[in-house]
């Protein structure tokens, strides 16, 4: 069962890779984050640790429901279209996307996670990091930066929840309250910049205005 | 014994094809609040155009005319290579999991060199696509055969009816298969089965030229194709082994077992094409690359044995 949520997430993963606009792009991250709910409720169900049903509530409000709320909200507010602009086509970051998965699972090879569950859990996590830095660099507008940072965040938790049983209660609290923080910070910065340019193209900001 | 089943198989496809298309535009309807037509409006169709005289073009050669013939039929072979009510395949010496994918491209083929053989613009233009659209969706057919065979051990249909436990390799195949389906019954996000838009249509452009007995043909077996692959997505996702039944009521209650398990999958596909607008023709590369990737991870799974 768990292998398949967490291949859920692989999936919503790759449907981030291939979305050419932001609604879907958005959408994408609310199915990942909601696979990476179920992960945390099942391991929490398994474990039997009442902090990480917490954990898991907290993913729930804030990634499910909060954030892409609030990041509709941004994308809507900017009032441009909502094509992402790819440098990279579809099709190839697809390829490309499978290419890091691939590398991921030989890098948690070379790390040490034995066999199975575990290595499948690493290679996932892994590769959603990996993925999440591609869509970083590989999209033009810059709200798809913020939500390449996001995509990096869910894949370091996973990463983290399998490697050592999680990080400290406080720690996850800490962070959840950071990227909330972080989106609401750096969706002003992305408003500010859409104001002061019309445009929030990353490989034109170059061309400063004087 | 056999003998009586084969045909009894035969019957209960060419029966209950129609039915599951006239079943998605009913659900189809009734989710956009309006009344829609009968479910066996299919039924009614395929009754008038047999009845119906044909018209043929003047150009046209022969291929136009036995076109309709070879579609049916390799249809209707599909149809053998898949076992219902009875252990094996019928037709389990001639052909395995890929003679299907074969069968089906046979039948396309054909369908496409008769919408060229008439001269139409619009039966050049629809064949183009078609050709397009299946060269991208038959890999990731292919990646769900090959998951499928590495888990039961065999390419034969038969062996993985068998399969009794669902695992994760199974379940990626099944959404695979389902999204290739898609593409291969010319439902919306691909193709729109519901218009005759000359810049849209693909399987319909392809049908244009045709009239009477040789429409409903060909309109029988992509019904026919669209209940092997509702069969073969069903098989893979809920899989309850192979027939058991003693006397005709259990051969009965098997064959509405079958058909409520398609059943689930024509409201999976209902639902889809409400939900879903109408692809660019060049964003298919791109649903069905991911159909593609999703064939790859039940690959994946299947040789790590989840």
Known sequence: MTELILLGVLTATYLMVIAKRMPALIRSFCYQSFFLFLVTLLSGFMEKQADLYIIALLILVSKVIIIPYALGLIAKKINIDDNLGLF????LSLIT???LTY????????LGFGQGYQLLAITVALSVI??????????????TQVVGLLVMENGIFLFASFVSNGMPFFVEI???????VSVIIMGLFVYKINKLFTHIDVNKLSRLKG | MNIVL????LIFFLLAAPFLSGLISKIKNNLRMRKGQSILQPYYNIKKLFLKGEVVSETASWIFRVCPFIVASSMLAAAMLVPVFIFQSPAHQAGDF?????IFSLGRFFLALSALDTGSSFGGMGSSREMFISALAEPAFCLVVFSVSLQSGSTDISSFSGMHALTVSSVFGAITLFLVAIAETSRVPVDNQETHLELTMVHEAMALEYSGRSLALIELASYLKQMILFFLIAQIIFPIGLPVFGNLAGLFFWSLWYLARMIIIAIAVALVEVSVAKMRLFRVADFLGFAFILGIIALVCAVLGV
């Open chain 1, 174 to 180: 800490a962070i959840f309250l950071d990227v909330f």
């Open chain 1, 130 to 143: 990996f993925i999440g830095a591609f869509l970083m660099i590989s999209r033009m507008k810059a709200l």
């Open chain 1, 103 to 110: 590398c991921s699972w030989v890098f948690a090879k070379t």
């Open chain 2, 98 to 102: 890929l003679a299907l994918i074969f």
């Open chain 1, 88 to 91: 990279v086509n579809a099709q």
């Open chain 1, 97 to 99: 996307a499978l290419i």
């Open chain 2, 6 to 9: 084969i045909f009894l198989q």
